[in-house]
């Protein structure tokens, strides 16, 4: 098969996507301090919700602040912080502010590699916490891209493209163990496929979302040659169906985004790559 050259519009447009995914914070948005550093931001709403648990008689926090137009967290331990940012989930939780809850941990890693708290994932994004997620282009080198189709009952983004596996990396895992786990749940591939993977790079997205939260998060990427008769079979209920496409389809669709914005980033890179 002839090697499809991509055009120089559609390289254009590509790149842009690329350079535009990580945005400035919504004006509207209030910071949470961590130290002299800036952790995250939050919502109008979700600021007056934890000044009022706060000034409740019954609350225990000793270690979460709210000052004039910000939140302080103190620079204690991880497991103080820790215990304490999951007391303050439960009340968001209790009260409908917290949207998505997954029964599933994130760690804040800060940028000397350093763990300084873990949290519900959803907390994360009502916080505009920096995340970690990984995404796996799975390909078959005769120019053929497969994109699964995330579930209708997804919380995020149900019915669009992504990644044939993407997922966020949860607390205690390395990059690797998230790779492998949602390379078998999404798409049942085991192990003996996993020599051929190769890391590429990483790419830190930033944008404010429909619910006014921020979506923080850098996404470690991935290489995975598929063999042409390998057919993904999803095994954790999270995808709807998987698509075998040409690079120049697969070109159309992240421009028409049919892709999910997170997934949009990776494949563009992946094309601008490829083609």
């Excluded at 590509?14 to 209030?30: A, G, H, K, M, Q």
């Amino acid at each position: 098969m002839p090697t499809y050259k991509m055009d120089l519009n559609s390289r254009s447009a590509l790149t842009e996507i690329i350079e535009t995914s990580f945005r400035s914070v919504p004006i509207d948005l209030l910071p949470v301090h961590y130290g002299d550093q800036i952790f995250g931001y939050v919502t109008p709403t979700i600021f007056l919700a934890i000044q009022k648990f706060l000034e409740g008689d019954q609350q225990q926090l000793h270690f979460v602040h709210c000052a004039v137009q910000k939140i302080i967290l103190d620079e204690v331990t991880p497991h103080q912080l820790s215990i304490e940012l999951r007391i303050l989930a439960e009340y968001l939780r209790e009260i409908h502010l917290l949207e998505g809850w997954r029964d599933e941990e994130f760690s804040f890693i800060d940028e000397h590699s350093h763990e300084r708290f873990r949290v519900e994932r959803s907390f994360f994004r009502a916080f505009g916490f920096h995340s970690r997620a990984v995404h796996i282009n799975g390909y078959i080198s005769g120019q053929q891209l497969w994109l699964a189709r995330r579930s209708h009952s997804k919380h995020v983004d149900p019915n669009l493209l992504d990644n044939i596996t993407a997922g966020g990396v949860s607390a205690n895992e390395t990059l690797l163990n998230s790779v492998v786990r949602e390379l078998k749940e999404e798409a049942g591939i085991l192990t003996d496929l996993i020599y051929r993977l190769q890391p590429i790079s990483s790419i830190t997205v930033r944008r404010g979302l429909m619910n006014s939260s921020l979506h923080h998060e850098t996404l470690y990427t991935y290489d995975l040659e598929m063999p042409t008769s390998f057919q993904p079979q999803n095994l954790d209920h999270e995808v709807s169906e998987f698509l075998l496409v040409d690079f120049e389809e697969a070109i159309e669709l992240v421009l028409k985004e049919e892709l999910t914005i997170d997934a949009g980033v990776v494949t563009a890179d992946f094309l601008l790559r490829h083609c």
